[in-house]
């Protein structure tokens, strides 16, 4: 003879199932975010990596050499084999050192140099939905996303970072 469960537990067993797929609901359904990932290409190198909501994939500098391959290996996923924009800050080696590995082994689909002469100051691009690009002055940019905006130059210390005027370093 099968033992009956009471009617509290059925209850129980019912809220838990609702809260379950309310929280999977939220994290799937939730507006994405514009993430920004600082590189790891070694001491004499910089880049960083935006991935915007709508999924557009934008680099800025690609380390002094391959060690570029490795740091975006590690943080997009092994299908992706496509960069929708290239941002050079400058000419160095430390800078732009990486770039014909990358080219190699992605498909880059737009390459912008901030140091050259032929984008104006004062030129705003779009990069992606929502995503622009200010031009300040050779090497150095701001990256708006929404009311959020990151100063970007090449001139910067290392391991110190902007955003929304307020100045943030890494420890």
């Given at each position: 003879?099968?033992?009956?469960?009471?009617?509290?537990?059925?209850?129980?067993?019912?809220?838990?199932?609702?809260?379950?797929?309310?929280?999977?609901y939220?994290?799937v359904?939730?507006?994405?975010?514009?993430?920004?990932?600082?590189?790891?290409?070694?001491?004499?190198?910089?880049?960083?990596?935006?991935?915007?909501?709508?999924?557009?994939?934008?680099?800025?500098?690609?380390?002094?050499?391959?060690?570029?391959?490795?740091?975006?290996?590690?943080?997009?996923?092994?299908?992706?084999?496509?960069?929708?924009t290239?941002?050079?800050?400058?000419?160095?080696?430390?800078?732009v050192?990486?770039?014909?590995?990358?080219?190699?082994?992605?498909?880059?689909?737009?390459?912008?140099?901030?140091?050259?002469?032929?984008?104006?100051?004062?030129?705003?691009?779009?990069?992606?939905?929502?995503?622009?690009?200010?031009?300040?002055?050779?090497?150095?940019?701001?990256?708006?996303?929404?009311?959020?905006?990151?100063?970007?130059?090449?001139?910067?210390?290392?391991?110190?970072?902007?955003?929304?005027?307020?100045?943030?370093?890494?420890?």
């Open positions: 003879m099968l033992h009956e469960l009471p009617k509290s537990f059925y209850v129980v067993l019912l809220l838990i199932l609702i809260a379950a797929n309310v929280s999977l939220r994290t359904l939730a507006p994405r975010a514009l993430e920004i990932s600082v590189l790891d290409v070694g001491e004499k190198g910089s880049a960083a990596l935006m991935r915007a909501p709508n999924g557009k994939t934008i680099l800025i500098d690609t380390g002094p050499d391959a060690s570029i391959l490795r740091a975006l290996g590690a943080a997009l996923p092994p299908w992706q084999r496509r960069i929708d290239i941002i050079l800050t400058g000419a160095k080696t430390s800078f050192g990486g770039l014909p590995e990358v080219k190699g082994r992605y498909r880059v689909s737009k390459l912008i140099y901030i140091g050259d002469s032929s984008i104006p100051y004062g030129t705003r691009l779009t990069l992606a939905s929502a995503v622009s690009l200010d031009i300040i002055s050779p090497g150095t940019f701001t990256i708006s996303y929404g009311v959020t905006s990151f100063k970007i130059s090449s001139s910067t210390p290392k391991d110190v970072y902007f955003s929304n005027g307020i100045t943030f370093t890494k420890n």
